[in-house]
């Protein structure tokens, strides 16, 4: 099902201000971390998904999927990777997922050690499960072995996984506006 672009934006605007009411939103800029408040109308602009959005989430671990793409494949995928996180008794990485026109980069919060960088033409597929509605989850086909990977995150708040949702659209989009811009004139 398929969004009309006023409720996108509206969706994508109410996931904003929940961002923007979280302590935990970090902002990178030319490698330097500092903490800053986002406009209210941070949906519309630009300037801070070029730069780069970033989000705290704890990361619960990844599945193999046959399917780039679909609502019923995610579903599946994030059960099987919830319930393996259940019964392993192990603390959860916390990382630092930035999103950007060229993608999704994950940083370890606490060493800071990059963990992996992913290219934007290599997902697929992005969701906030609506059982587990806290969790987001993204596929995307490995550099190493070309198959397609489900990883699965935990955010603190339901708002912050739609936002982190809606944040990978929006810079698939820009993505798609930069590509078509630099080919115009070819």
């Known amino acids: 099902a398929r969004l009309d672009p006023g409720s996108a934006m509206e969706a994508l605007r109410a996931a904003g201000r929940a961002v ?26 630009q300037e801070p998904l070029l730069e780069g959005m970033c989000f705290t989430l704890k990361y619960l671990g990844m599945t193999l999927v046959e399917k780039p793409k679909g609502e019923d494949m995610a579903a599946a995928a994030i059960r099987r990777i919830v319930a393996t996180a259940r019964v392993g008794a192990r603390k959860f990485q916390k990382v630092i997922l930035t999103v950007s026109p060229r993608g999704i980069s994950l940083q370890d919060a606490d060493t800071k050690e990059m963990v992996e960088n992913i290219s934007i033409y290599r997902i697929s597929y992005c969701t906030t499960d609506k059982l587990q509605n806290k969790v987001f989850a993204y596929v995307a086909q490995s550099q190493e072995s070309g198959a397609l990977e489900c990883h ?11 936002a982190v949702t809606l944040t990978v659209a ?14 115009a004139g070819r």
């Open 170 to 183: 929006q810079a698939f989009q820009m993505a798609l506006d930069l590509w078509e811009a630099t080919h």
């Open 20 to 45: 923007l009411r979280s302590p935990r939103l970090a902002r990178h800029g030319l490698g330097l971390r500092r903490r800053r408040k986002l406009p209210e109308s941070w949906a519309d602009m």
């Open 152 to 162: 699965a995150f935990l955010s603190p708040k339901k708002k912050i996984a739609q």
